[in-house]
DNA sequence: TGCTAATTGAAAATCATTTTCATTTATTGG
DNA sequence: CCAATAAATGAAAATGATTTTCAATTAGCA
């Protein structure tokens, strides 16, 4: 948990955010979780403190979250959703489980010298980068080798 | 182009599948085209030809065509939209353009190393990766500076 | 040539996300 | 405190991609 509620409070403010309880409450829900969520499993969590919060509000909430880089995305393969998640400490990618969905961050890509090439090599300006990989979790392992 | 069309319909046929026209002309617009279409471009390009195909039809194939690695997904930042493209020789990778879309491929990402000290230090059977370079191609690093 | 399972397309269903709009509310300066 | 006001909210509808359903058609084989 990098920054605390207030910290991030005060960066809507600085961006000329309101602070509304829906969004104190959508907040709340994201950093208190482990688990990457997706919009729809944040907004129910949201619900059971505070009913009546829409998913829309979950949905802008988000937007302004990930625009400010206090959130970020994760893409799982196939089907392609997007789920937002609380950053373990800043830039990160995923180890994905595709039977199972667990996810495990780690934080040490090392793309650098890669990004420089293409870079250099395509004209590109590149400023940022979408890592992930996929496979089966220890647990999902074993499933399969006991069928 | 790795596979001519006969060899692809044989991969089909193998698995079971019936070559049909519909087939045949999904193929050869995946297969003509140099760049990375999403299934409704698709679409549009085999209906030039071969008007009534269903979009359904597409989705179907294509299906087919990913489960067996003919074919593999591009999947952009923010917006999570897939598309499908033709493989320029086997595993790959995109720099893509976040202002107008562009595509390069690269094929070179030397992930090894991390994939085995991951899967090591996470127990992960790990089987595939995903990974995307994000920026803006030099034409549109040109508009910017210019405005 | 005829059988049959696979395939197809239209239409409807799903599902995530966005837009619209009238109503409410947080913030601020008096 | 008390407006004034721009920002935020939620319901509902719109959008857009993808999937499902189902009756009709067809490719491939016997
Ligand atoms: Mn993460
Ligand atoms: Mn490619
Ligand atoms: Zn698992
Ligand atoms: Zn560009």
Redo the contacts between chains.
């Keep these: 948990m990098i920054y605390t509620e207030k910290k991030i409070e005060k960066i809507l403010r600085q961006r000329g955010c309101k602070i509304t309880p829906q969004r104190r409450a959508i907040l709340s829900a994201i950093i208190h979780s482990r688990e990457h969520l997706a919009p729809a499993a944040i907004h129910k969590k949201v619900c059971q403190e505070h009913p009546g919060v829409g998913l829309v509000t979950v949905y802008r909430t988000l937007e302004i979250l990930?625009e400010l880089g206090l959130i970020c995305?994760m893409?799982a393969?196939?089907n392609?959703?997007?789920y937002m998640m609380r950053r373990p400490s800043g830039h990160h990618h995923h180890?994905i489980?595709?039977d199972c969905g667990t996810v495990?961050d780690?934080t040490d890509?090392?793309?650098g010298e890669?990004?420089r090439r293409?870079?250099k090599e395509?004209?590109?300006?590149?400023?940022?980068?979408?890592?992930?990989?996929?496979?089966?979790?220890?647990n999902c392992?074993k499933e399969t080798v006991i069928r």
Tied chains: 1, 2.
């Design positions: 990930s995305e893409h393969g196939g392609c959703r997007s180890l489980c595709s495990i780690f890509c090392d793309l890669l990004e293409l870079s395509t004209s590109f300006k590149i400023n940022g980068h979408l890592l992930e990989f996929l496979g089966q979790c220890r392992c």
